[in-house]
């Protein structure tokens, strides 16, 4: 596959793969994960941008409030279905939030396809609480799941453990946990679907790396104010004022602390 152009996949396209056998065993296989970062978010308000309606659901009734935003070139749906929609459209890129106005923010189905990425971070850095949680969810680089099209996970840039500590560093979060999931492989066999629950037990414990998909949780990181100018380091030398040594004649000899900035 070639990565050189991102694409996003089409919002219906992802709800449909939802709405398959294959696209419920990811949706429960994940979840149950993604509980395993945020147990309780009871009286937070929980972001999900991107396609995160399919794992918003359980937060809904606990947490105080819980918003999905869907990029425009991604497409939005109405959801949930049986209330007021709780849907934005929106630019992924300047999102239509106040600064620290989230708790938790859920990134899934948007990353792989966004370009450039680290502003999409930067975004999402804005908008979180100072004490705020990110997760975020992608196509797992060593995964069978990023290999095969017919899934949204087969779409975009695949990326590994490294790769997105490396940028969530670069945007000012520190990575805190890692977990893979997704150990079933990506067919629509009936058998192989029905076993999904050993396929992750023993994926899990015997191939950790081979998930379908790699989520990890980071804290948003705020530095004190700090130059990144040079800072040059007191240095001091013992010299005189006068007469040189040994020549009391002239007058009496002085010392005093000179500041140098280096001394050879």
Not at 124 to 146: D, E, F, M, Q, Y
Not at 219 to 236: D, H, M, P, T
């Given at each position: 596959m070639c990565y050189d152009e991102f694409m996003w996949t089409d919002i219906i396209d992802i709800r449909d793969f939802y709405n398959s056998p294959l696209g419920k065993i990811a949706r429960r296989m994940i979840r149950r994960r993604l509980r395993?970062?945020?147990?309780?978010?009871?009286?937070?308000?929980?972001?999900?941008?991107?396609?995160?309606?399919?794992?918003?659901?359980?937060?809904?009734?606990?947490?105080?409030?819980?918003?999905?935003?869907?990029?425009?070139?991604?497409?939005?749906?109405?959801?949930?279905e049986e209330t007021a929609s709780l849907t934005v459209l929106t630019d992924e890129m300047e999102l239509p939030f106040d600064d620290l106005s989230m708790?938790?923010?859920?990134?899934?189905?948007?990353?792989?396809?966004?370009?450039?990425?680290?502003?999409?971070?930067?975004?999402?850095?804005?908008?979180?609480?100072?004490?705020?949680?990110?997760?975020?969810?992608?196509?797992?680089?060593?995964?069978?799941?990023?290999?095969?099209?017919?899934t949204p996970f087969g779409n975009g840039r695949p990326y590994s453990k490294n790769q997105l500590t490396t940028i969530l560093r670069d945007t000012m979060f520190i990575p805190v946990a890692t977990q893979s999931a997704l150990f079933v492989p990506p067919l629509r066999s009936a058998m192989v679907q029905s076993s999904c629950a050993a396929w992750e037990k023993i994926g899990a414990s015997?191939?950790?790396?081979?998930?379908?998909?790699?989520?990890?949780?980071?804290?948003?990181?705020?530095?004190?104010?700090?130059?990144?100018?040079?800072?040059?380091?007191?240095?001091?030398?013992?010299?005189?004022?006068?007469?040189?040594?040994?020549?009391s004649r002239n007058g009496p000899r002085s010392v005093v602390k000179r500041q140098v900035d280096h001394l050879p």
């Open positions: 395993d970062f945020w147990p309780n978010v009871s009286g937070m308000r929980v972001l999900g941008l991107g396609f995160a309606t399919p794992y918003l659901r359980s937060f809904k009734d606990e947490a105080e409030r819980v918003i999905a935003a869907m990029p425009a070139g991604q497409g939005v749906l109405h959801w949930p708790d938790r923010v859920l990134l899934v189905h948007a990353l792989e396809s966004a370009e450039p990425a680290r502003p999409l971070l930067r975004e999402i850095w804005r908008v979180l609480s100072g004490s705020g949680k990110l997760v975020i969810i992608t196509p797992n680089r060593r995964g069978l799941w990023a290999r095969f099209e017919h015997i191939f950790p790396y081979f998930g379908g998909v790699m989520m990890i949780e980071a804290e948003k990181q705020i530095y004190a104010g700090q130059s990144e100018a040079k800072v040059l380091q007191k240095r001091y030398v013992i010299t005189t004022q006068g007469t040189p040594w040994g020549n």
